[in-house]
Nanobody, 120 residues
Framework: QVQLVESGGGLVQLGGSLKLSCAAS????????MSWYRQAAGKERELVAH????????MYADSVKGRFTISRDNAKNLVYLQMNSLKPEDTAVYFC?????????????WGQGTQVTVSS
C-alpha cells in the first residue's frame, strides 16, 4: 500500500522556522522525484519545491527561493522541507507528491497534507 505521510506542520510566528517531513512507503522511493506543494484557503494548489530522484537537482518557486530548502534521504525514504524566515503568506496546507515519468505515462502519489500557519 502506497503511503506518503507528512509531518512537522504547526503554528509559528513571523520569521520563524519549521521543518516538514514526508515519509514514503509502498513504492521504490529512490525512483521517484519528490515535490512539495501548498494550498492556501481559497487558492489553487501551487508547487513550492522539487527534487530529482537522486537528489542532484532542486528547484523552487520564486516566492520561497532563499528561504526554503528541499532535501531527501533515499536510505530512509524521507523528503524534507526546511522553511526559514516564514511569512504569513506561507500559511497553507503543505502536501508532498511523488512522481515517476516513463515514456508512456506518469505515476504519482499524494500525501494527505500538513497545516502550516504563520502568525504576524
Amino acid at each position: 500500500q502506497v503511503q506518503l505521510v507528512e509531518s512537522g506542520g504547526g503554528l509559528v510566528q513571523l520569521g520563524g522556522s519549521l521543518k516538514l517531513s514526508c515519509a514514503a512507503s509502498g513504492f521504490t522511493f529512490s525512483n521517484y522525484a519528490m515535490s512539495w506543494y501548498r494550498q492556501a484557503a481559497g487558492k489553487e494548489r501551487e508547487l513550492v519545491a522539487h527534487i530529482t530522484s537522486d537528489g542532484g537537482n532542486t528547484m523552487y518557486a520564486d516566492s520561497v527561493k532563499g528561504r526554503f530548502t528541499i532535501s531527501r534521504d533515499n536510505a530512509k525514504n524521507l523528503v524534507y522541507l526546511q522553511m526559514n524566515s516564514l511569512k504569513p503568506e506561507d500559511t497553507a496546507v503543505y502536501f508532498c507528491k511523488a512522481t515517476r515519468t516513463t515514456w508512456s505515462r506518469e505515476f504519482y502519489y499524494w500525501g494527505q497534507g500538513t497545516q502550516v500557519t504563520v502568525s504576524s
